[in-house]
């Protein structure tokens, strides 16, 4: 189902807003929480911004695939596997946080000014295939304000093992 313009403008400030909210949730993660993990499989703190970079990279991509391509494929990743292959734990933080917000900025300057047909533009996502601009707004808007509560969660379990 087709987003209205409110609700298109609604995930444009969502969107935009993501990296302030992104840092607001680091900063209230102890020097000593910052590569703590609430369990084996789960990402700490700095690793979550990490994914986020990457995350955010592939992500200016796939919009502008999916604006400027006629029905392009759209690469789905392994987050878990880069995760480990990039050892998110020895990369800077503070150049991922660029990423992130450098990303978000000359992405959301490119969709606040887009024509109401443009969201309707389309691929092919190699693990969900159907893909639209639209859904690509819906994923993305929410993506960095989810992994902010998930650091937000890591410092609150962090807190609780450590009574």
Same mark, same amino acid.
Not at 49 to 78: K, M
Not at 117 to 138: I, K
């Given at each position: 189902?087709?987003?209205? %313009?409110? &609700?298109?403008? #609604?995930?444009?400030?969502?969107?935009?807003?993501?990296?302030?909210?992104?840092?607001?949730?680091?900063?209230?993660?102890?020097?000593?929480?910052?590569?703590?993990?609430?369990?084996?499989?789960? /990402?700490?703190?700095?690793?979550?911004?990490?994914?986020?970079?990457?995350?955010? =990279?592939?992500?200016?991509?796939?919009?502008?695939? !999916? !604006?400027?391509?006629?029905?392009?494929?759209?690469?789905?990743?392994?987050?878990?596997?880069?995760?480990?292959?990039? $050892?998110?734990?020895?990369?800077?933080?503070?150049?991922?946080?660029?990423?992130?917000?450098?990303? #978000?900025?000359?992405?959301?300057?490119?969709?606040?000014?887009?024509?109401?047909?443009? /969201?309707?533009? &389309?691929? #092919?996502?190699?693990?969900?295939? %159907?893909? =639209?601009? &639209? $859904? /690509? !707004?819906?994923?993305?808007?929410?993506?960095?304000?989810?992994?902010?509560?998930?650091?937000?969660?890591?410092?609150?379990?962090?807190?609780?093992?450590?009574?």
């Amino acid at each position: 189902m087709a987003l209205t %313009r409110a &609700e298109r403008e #609604r995930l444009i400030a969502q969107y935009a807003a993501g990296p302030t909210r992104l840092r607001a949730a680091l900063a209230t993660v102890p020097a000593e929480a910052m590569t703590w993990r609430p369990a084996p499989a789960e /990402w700490s703190a700095h690793e979550i911004v990490c994914h986020c970079a990457d995350s955010e =990279t592939n992500s200016y991509a796939r919009i502008r695939f !999916l !604006l400027a391509e006629p029905n392009p494929l759209i690469q789905g990743y392994d987050q878990d596997h880069w995760a480990r292959h990039f $050892d998110y734990h020895t990369a800077p933080l503070e150049p991922a946080l660029a990423v992130v917000e450098s990303v #978000r900025a000359s992405t959301t300057a490119l969709i606040r000014g887009l024509p109401d047909a443009a /969201w309707t533009r &389309e691929g #092919r996502h190699t693990e969900s295939g %159907r893909y =639209t601009a &639209e $859904d /690509w !707004l819906t994923i993305y808007a929410e993506h960095l304000e989810g992994h902010a509560r998930q650091i937000e969660a890591n410092v609150g379990a962090w807190r609780a093992q450590r009574r």
